[in-house]
């Protein structure tokens, strides 16, 4: 509802205190004015304003804003803001997006940006903004967008090193001077409008280089029809050869399933395994807090079906004699049992509401088993990526909302085990699930810190592992939080990390985005089925800005965990589910959605 007046709006800010989110989609002239607007309430656990277009005049008074003292994104854009760079901005300390873009600021720009650490965007275009950059913009090296265009900056463009950049726009302001070493990555474009050089301002200055995309070699290039020829020849392939093998397995025995039994290729061994466990030996080990009731020969015996071949085995769906249904992993490499068993204590007695418990195991010599609760929706992979006929319900951007803030959950929890040292090595969108809420949820865990020295890499995750880990061995929190980055863009894109484009050419999702991205900050990267949804851009737009800060080349310049679970929980201004990152409760506060205005953001 609008504000009826100034009074309501101050009534208003007086009453947040137990928000995280202040968004307002006013269209009212009535409060016009941010002047004499004061929060009187210690907001620090406000993580997002967003007051666009709304009409404010005047300078933002001071307090009001420093005492947002969490505050990550604020966005005043398109008002009608004037006065000085806003001194107390300097306390926000966690802002990742500050868009101020489309007022009357004027003076300089603040001599010291050290103290936003985690900014990733600032955009401060079109405004009356005057000076020179300063040197220290070079602090923020989680920058991945810089937007200084349309004012009356001038001087020597500083040489910034910031490694993070994918977007820069100095254009329409009042440089001299060449454009520095560091910068000419960037189309002139980026530059045009000023009085540079024209010497590096000339065609010559080398555009962005398109990395993303591979070379474009004929004889690398897959044709479609090479890669439907690949596709149907393996499926045949493959078809025939399961076909060959459930044939020989089954012919002898009736039904339509099979068991895990018949499947188990070593089956006297396991039996003989599990008979010993009668005995007192090994039989299935459970983990505290799970009231499933069965035993290795019931689970042998459970009428099974083949859900899938991972990399490091196959996964059963195990329907058992009292109805219950689990899914059994069934691992196809020898691994130690010492390493095994501890590894499974380790993952077992972990329960957290975005993490997939692991409900049991059984290790013999011959057969390692893991059980797993069946999650009868399947993965976020296949709500993403099931082939998209008519009768597929797409998945909505709420949903792929809760799919990242659970999954970003869950992996933070995961990172701060084991004294902060578990790593999980496999997020991909084919081992996320969805819990009862609709959050994403981890599975998978343990596996590839055993397995993966037995895996050869080719067969390993393939799109989702960063640059560094070129040995599955070296997998750590921070790849963990580049795969993260691969499923935010899988998310946002409704691509797979590694696709074919409509030219046929085989692409890598993260050269994808980052070669478009740079190109104009475009809507194009976005999956076409989340056109539909009015008023989501702008928590689409911040979203991809954590996708990439998390993808930065760089391990050490990528995000902790734990805070690109703020990051994410802060693109969205309702209720995020039942735990949010920090203490206390959500409320449900539905604003309507933020009209999306001009912005020189967003196209
Ligand atoms: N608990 C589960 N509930 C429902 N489906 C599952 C479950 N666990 C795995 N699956 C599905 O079974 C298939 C095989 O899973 P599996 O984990 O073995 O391989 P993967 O996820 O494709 O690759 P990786 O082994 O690298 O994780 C996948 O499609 C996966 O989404």
Redesign the pocket.
Known sequence: EPFEDKEALLDFLDNINHSRYLNWDVQTSACNSWTGVTCNHDNSRIIAVRLPGVGFRGSIPVNTLSRLSALQILSLRSNSLSGPFPSEFANLGDLTSLYLQSNNFNGSLPADFSAWKSLSVLDLSYNDFSGSIPSSVSNLTHLTALVLANNSLSGNIPDLNLPSLQLLDLSNNDFTGNVPNSLQRFPGSAFAGNRLSPANLSPSLPPVPPPSIPPKKKSLKLREPAILGIVIGGCVLGFLLIAAVLIMRYSKKEGKNGTIEKSVKKEASVRKGASSSQHGERNLVFFEGCNLAFDLEDLLRASAEV?????????Y?AALEDSTTV?V?RLKESVGRKDFEQQMEVVGNIRHENV?PLRAYYYSKEEKLMV?????Q??A??MLHAKRSADRIPLDWDSRLRIAIGAARGIAHIHGQTGGKLVHG?I?S??I?LNSQGFGCI??LG?ATIMSPLVPPVMR?AGYQPPEVTDSRKVSQASDVYSFGVLLLELLTGKSPIHATGTNEVVHLVRWVHSVVREEWTAEVFDVELLKYPNIEEEMVEMLQIGLTCVARMPDQRPKMSQVVKMVEGVRRVNTGTRPSSEGSTPNLTPPMTEIRSSSIIH
């Open positions: 859900l899938g071949k991972g990399t490091f085995g196959t996964a769906k899914v992993k997939a797993y609760d069946f999650y009868s399947g993965s992979s296949v496999n991909k084919s081992n699930f599975s998978d596996l995750a």
